[in-house]
């Protein structure tokens, strides 16, 4: 709170004789304030809520809480009945903590008000005054420099001679016949002294004195890099828009904020379906196992990007590879991580030899690798790897025949597919394998103890137990696994054939898995 106090102090220091300005907390609690506030509030001191020293302090006190980010208007008035403000509200973010910056405004005969006075010529937007006769009453400085003119060639001239917008000259009339709180109107565009072309946002705040709008602030804000910024970032969109390459952006927690036309064509998803989703569970294909994944973005985070061959999944649940490049974006000024990945798709450029290769590696249907590819992956590290526990389960779904001949092979391939994915996410660090048919090999690596094993294998049966949703239906499978541990100098094909047993000698007895009893 010190640092508060002091970081408050120097707020302060910069308002001397300008508006009457108040710190406080995010709880409305009076943390610091100069001179100029004390004389126009008489009892205020810190630690002071809002409500103990303004009457209509309410309307305050929502802003507070809805946390405003921009200059607000607020009319209030204080306890004693004397004085009557416009109130503005700036949230202050500081060391991680919102605090909000009071400036009061007196609403009083803005002629005679040698502190407002004071508080118009120091603020940077121009202002200027008009009386109830809609006749100039004053021009601050940064107005005079901003439309060329001096304070003598305008005083006394009415709002109409000045402004040639005819709806702020249209909202002006408004508010004198309404009596509204204030107005705020956008893009107004001027040229400065330099001629070149400025966006003004114009906010108008009417004077209500016994129940009559005897005075009104019309007051240009210079927006013209926030219009700038955007219109730079409408032309950025519209490029990523048309850009041949697949793009989305992600938050910090890899939810996709942005995906261009590109990508969604692509992936054959909907915009809808996009947004807001994580990009990894979205497109997973199952193709990579876990270290994959640690590898790449061990790089991201300490490189600020990755790129590489990755295979993902469209919205059809067809496999796909694309030239994936991730880089991280970091706000200058909120700190907030993005993440960009950029997809060009693979799909027509494969090699004709990758493509071989390819086919000769992987089960077309699910993706799972064919027996070849697993014997002498496995194989390869068995010999290296003797002294961990690998453990193979050999897999099928029950009944598969009956089904297939009760729905059709589709469907019966939809199942299949389905399996599959499910071994994918359970087992994302094993080599999964279509041994033919409806069943899958799976080679564990793990030094997990066999009790930890079988109650994963459990949870697994569990999991495949859970519906499948083919053409709005609802279909059920269930499985059976045998399991065998590589214990001395065992061949991957001798491994796989004790789980070929184990699982068979389940079935008779009526048990979902099985351990070979060697």
């Given at each position: 709170m010190n640092q508060m106090n002091d970081y408050a102090k120097t707020i302060l220091l910069k308002a001397r004789n300008a508006f009457p300005t108040i710190i406080l907390d995010e709880n409305g609690k009076v943390i610091q304030f100069n001179n100029e506030a004390r004389q126009v509030l008489k009892d205020l001191k810190e630690g002071l809520i809002v409500t103990d020293f303004l009457n209509e302090a309410i309307?305050?006190?929502?802003?507070?809480?809805?946390?405003?980010?921009?200059?607000?208007?607020?009319?209030?008035?204080?306890?004693?009945?004397?004085?009557?403000?416009?109130?503005?509200?700036?949230?202050?973010?500081?060391?991680?903590?919102?605090y909000f910056s009071l400036k009061f405004l007196e609403l009083k005969g803005y002629?005679?008000?040698?502190?407002?006075?004071?508080?118009?010529?120091h603020t940077i937007d121009a202002i200027l005054l008009i009386g109830k006769d809609q006749r100039v009453i004053a021009a601050n400085d940064a107005y005079l420099k901003l439309f060329k003119t001096t304070e003598e060639s305008i005083t006394g001239k009415h709002i109409v001679e000045l402004e040639k917008d005819t709806r702020v000259i249209h909202?002006?009339?408004?508010?004198?016949?309404?009596?509204?709180?204030?107005?705020?109107?956008?893009?107004?565009?001027?040229?400065?002294?330099?001629?070149?072309?400025?966006?003004?946002?114009?906010?108008?705040?009417?004077?209500?004195?016994?129940?009559?709008?005897?005075?009104?602030?019309?007051?240009?804000?210079?927006?013209?890099?926030?219009?700038?910024?955007?219109?730079?970032l409408s032309i950025f969109k519209k490029i990523i828009h048309h850009y041949n390459d697949g793009v989305i952006i992600t938050d910090e927690s890899l939810r996709i904020v942005f995906?261009?036309?590109?990508?969604?064509?692509?992936?054959?998803?909907?915009?809808?379906?996009?947004?807001?989703?994580?990009?990894?569970?979205?497109?997973?294909?199952?193709?990579?196992?876990?270290?994959?994944?640690?590898?790449?973005?061990?790089?991201?985070?300490?490189?600020?990007?990755?790129?590489?061959?990755?295979?993902?999944?469209?919205?059809?649940?067809?496999?796909?590879?694309?030239?994936?490049?991730i880089f991280t974006l970091i706000d200058e000024e909120t700190k907030a991580l993005s993440y960009v990945g950029i997809y060009k798709d693979l799909s027509d450029f494969q090699s004709r030899n990758k493509r071989i290769l390819l086919l000769l590696e992987k089960d077309p249907l699910t993706a799972a690798y064919n027996r070849t590819y697993f014997l002498d992956k496995v194989d390869e590290r068995l010999s290296y790897e003797k002294y961990k526990r690998n453990y193979i389960l050999f897999m099928d779904v029950n009944d598969f025949k009956q089904f297939n001949d009760s729905f059709g092979h589709s469907l019966g391939d939809e199942v299949l597919m389905e399996i599959s994915r499910k071994l994918f996410y359970?087992?994302?660090?094993?080599?999964?394998?279509?041994?033919?048919?409806?069943?899958?090999?799976?080679?564990?690596?793990?030094?997990?103890?066999?009790?930890?094993?079988?109650?994963?294998?459990?949870?697994?049966?569990?999991?495949?137990?859970?519906?499948?949703?083919?053409?709005?239906r609802k279909h059920f499978a269930s499985v059976s696994i045998g399991i065998s541990m590589f214990t001395n100098n065992e061949t991957v094909v001798q491994l796989i054939n004790e789980a070929d047993q184990a699982m068979y000698q389940a079935k008779k007895e009526g048990k979902a898995y099985k351990f070979f009893d060697k």
């Amino acid at each position: 709170m010190n640092q508060m106090n002091d970081y408050a102090k120097t707020i302060l220091l910069k308002a001397r004789n300008a508006f009457p300005t108040i710190i406080l907390d995010e709880n409305g609690k009076v943390i610091q304030f100069n001179n100029e506030a004390r004389q126009v509030l008489k009892d205020l001191k810190e630690g002071l809520i809002v409500t103990d020293f303004l009457n209509e302090a309410i309307k305050i006190v929502d802003q507070l809480d809805n946390k405003v980010d921009i200059y607000e208007p607020v009319n209030v008035s204080t306890l004693d009945y004397k004085k009557v403000f416009s109130a503005f509200i700036d949230k202050i973010e500081f060391k991680q903590r919102t605090y909000f910056s009071l400036k009061f405004l007196e609403l009083k005969g803005y002629e005679t008000n040698h502190l407002i006075r004071n508080g118009f010529q120091h603020t940077i937007d121009a202002i200027l005054l008009i009386g109830k006769d809609q006749r100039v009453i004053a021009a601050n400085d940064a107005y005079l420099k901003l439309f060329k003119t001096t304070e003598e060639s305008i005083t006394g001239k009415h709002i109409v001679e000045l402004e040639k917008d005819t709806r702020v000259i249209h909202k002006i009339d408004t508010l004198f016949s309404e009596k509204s709180t204030f107005e705020t109107l956008n893009l107004r565009s001027l040229k400065d002294i330099h001629g070149e072309t400025i966006y003004c946002q114009v906010i108008l705040i009417p004077s209500v004195r016994e129940n009559k709008v005897t005075a009104m602030q019309i007051t240009y804000r210079n927006i013209t890099e926030n219009q700038l910024n955007e219109h730079k970032l409408s032309i950025f969109k519209k490029i990523i828009h048309h850009y041949n390459d697949g793009v989305i952006i992600t938050d910090e927690s890899l939810r996709i904020v942005f995906a261009n036309e590109a990508f969604l064509n692509m992936t054959k998803f909907e915009a809808n379906k996009v947004i807001g989703r994580r990009a990894k569970k979205l497109l997973y294909s199952g193709y990579h196992n876990e270290s994959f994944y640690q590898s790449m973005w061990q790089s991201i985070n300490t490189k600020g990007y990755w790129q590489g061959e990755i295979w993902d999944m469209k919205q059809n649940g067809v496999a796909f590879p694309v030239w994936l490049q991730i880089f991280t974006l970091i706000d200058e000024e909120t700190k907030a991580l993005s993440y960009v990945g950029i997809y060009k798709d693979l799909s027509d450029f494969q090699s004709r030899n990758k493509r071989i290769l390819l086919l000769l590696e992987k089960d077309p249907l699910t993706a799972a690798y064919n027996r070849t590819y697993f014997l002498d992956k496995v194989d390869e590290r068995l010999s290296y790897e003797k002294y961990k526990r690998n453990y193979i389960l050999f897999m099928d779904v029950n009944d598969f025949k009956q089904f297939n001949d009760s729905f059709g092979h589709s469907l019966g391939d939809e199942v299949l597919m389905e399996i599959s994915r499910k071994l994918f996410y359970y087992f994302s660090d094993s080599i999964i394998a279509r041994y033919g048919g409806d069943e899958f090999i799976i080679h564990i690596e793990d030094n997990m103890d066999l009790n930890i094993l079988e109650e994963k294998i459990k949870s697994f049966i569990n999991f495949a137990k859970e519906p499948i949703i083919l053409n709005n239906r609802k279909h059920f499978a269930s499985v059976s696994i045998g399991i065998s541990m590589f214990t001395n100098n065992e061949t991957v094909v001798q491994l796989i054939n004790e789980a070929d047993q184990a699982m068979y000698q389940a079935k008779k007895e009526g048990k979902a898995y099985k351990f070979f009893d060697k």
